[in-house]
Each structure stands twice: as structure tokens, then as C-alpha cells.
């Protein structure tokens, strides 16, 4: 099964910028969707952004539009998430998420995450 190990995280005043980068342990050509997620302290995890590979359609939350790009470089079998102009409510864990085809479920896919990397937005 394909493991994620997020890294990147970190303090950041408000206005800078982070990038967030996800290793897979084996080949990314066959995800069927990547994407970021975060959780803030006493919050619900919140989908950032995702991208479907079949389509390569992508979408952002509305609070990171236009500041977030998410991207991947399928021969380091890594995902990327670009943050910039960071503000403090974007501050929490920030978790990778790859769906990854199988026959080993009805739905045809296995969900996997990785273990979360922090982001603090604070001056």
C-alpha cells in the first residue's frame, strides 16, 4: 500500500509563503485524485485543494483561490501545495490525500493519508 510522508510546514509571518510537498513510496502515475486537507484546532478537516487526474480538473476552497496552487512531479512521486500570501486563519495541519485504484474494495479505490505536517501563520 502507497505511504505519504508530508513535509514543509513551519512558522510563517502573515503575507509569506510555504510550500508543502507529499513523498509517495512507490509510483503516483495511477492515483486517481490527489489533494491537501487541513485541520485547525477544534475544527472539522477541510478540504484545501484537490486534483483529478483523469480530467486534471482542480478545485480550491473558496478562502485559498487565487493564493494556493496544488501540483505534482509524477517522477519524484511527489505532490506539491504552493501557499502564498499565508494569513493566520490558514494556520493547522495540513495532510496529504491520494486516491489510489484498486479491486480490493467495492469502490474501486483505496483512500490513504499521510501523517499531517503543521502550518503556523503568526507574526
Known amino acids: 500500500q502507497v505511504q505519504l510522508v508530508e513535509s514543509g510546514g513551519g512558522l510563517v509571518q502573515p503575507g509569506g509563503s510555504l510550500v508543502l510537498s507529499c513523498a509517495a513510496s512507490?509510483?503516483?502515475?495511477?492515483?486517481?485524485?490527489m489533494g491537501w486537507y487541513r485541520q485547525a484546532p477544534g475544527k472539522a478537516r477541510e478540504l484545501v485543494a484537490r486534483?483529478?487526474?483523469?480530467?486534471?480538473?482542480?478545485n480550491y476552497a473558496d478562502s485559498v483561490k487565487g493564493r494556493f496552487t496544488i501540483s505534482r512531479v509524477n517522477a519524484k512521486n511527489t505532490v506539491y501545495l504552493q501557499m502564498n500570501d499565508l494569513k493566520p486563519e490558514d494556520s493547522g495541519v495540513y495532510y496529504c490525500?491520494?486516491?489510489?485504484?484498486?479491486?480490493?474494495?467495492?469502490?474501486?479505490?483505496?483512500?490513504?493519508w499521510g501523517q499531517g505536517t503543521l502550518v503556523t501563520v503568526s507574526s
Open positions: 486534483r483529478i487526474t483523469s480530467n486534471d480538473d482542480t
Open positions: 512507490e509510483s503516483i502515475l495511477s492515483i486517481l485524485t
Open positions: 490525500n491520494v486516491l489510489v485504484p484498486t479491486i480490493r474494495t467495492p469502490e474501486g479505490y483505496l483512500e490513504v
